[in-house]
């Protein structure tokens, strides 16, 4: 049913920036919640970010805040990941998934998710 496709991921050196995007389609709901995940081999994934369709609820982990900013674009149907100061431990695959709201989408275990978009950051 519902599609989400990342892209926006490669490769960066240290102090770098990316811009990665999450478009959805295949809904026609008006209130959902896009938020992106991100995994690197051997490790859990780790919630990264969250907005509401509306623009009123963000989430950020404490290890992205003041570095990477969300964004929505509704008339697109898309979600922006703007990450700036890139580290290393950033690298990862980075995914985007979306559900009624951010509770549900980075913690419920039922969202709709994409295929990700893999980030490296190198020093």
């Known amino acids: 049913e519902v599609q989400l496709v990342e892209s926006g991921g490669g490769l960066v050196q240290a102090g770098g920036s990316l811009r990665l995007s999450c478009a959805a389609s295949?809904?026609?709901?008006?209130?959902?919640?896009i938020g992106w995940f991100r995994q690197a081999p051997g490790k859990e994934r780790e919630a990264v970010s969250c907005?509401?369709?509306?623009?009123?609820?963000?989430f950020y982990a404490d290890s992205v805040k003041g570095r990477f900013t969300i964004s929505n674009d509704n008339a697109k149907n898309t979600v922006y990941l703007q990450m700036n100061s890139l580290e290393p431990a950033d690298t990862g695959v980075y995914y985007c998934a979306l559900d009624e709201d951010c509770i549900a989408t980075m913690w419920g275990g039922y969202a709709s998710w994409g295929q990700g978009t893999p980030v490296t950051v190198s020093s």
């Open positions: 295949g809904f026609t709901f008006d209130d959902y919640a």
């Open positions: 907005i509401s369709s509306n623009g009123a609820t963000t």
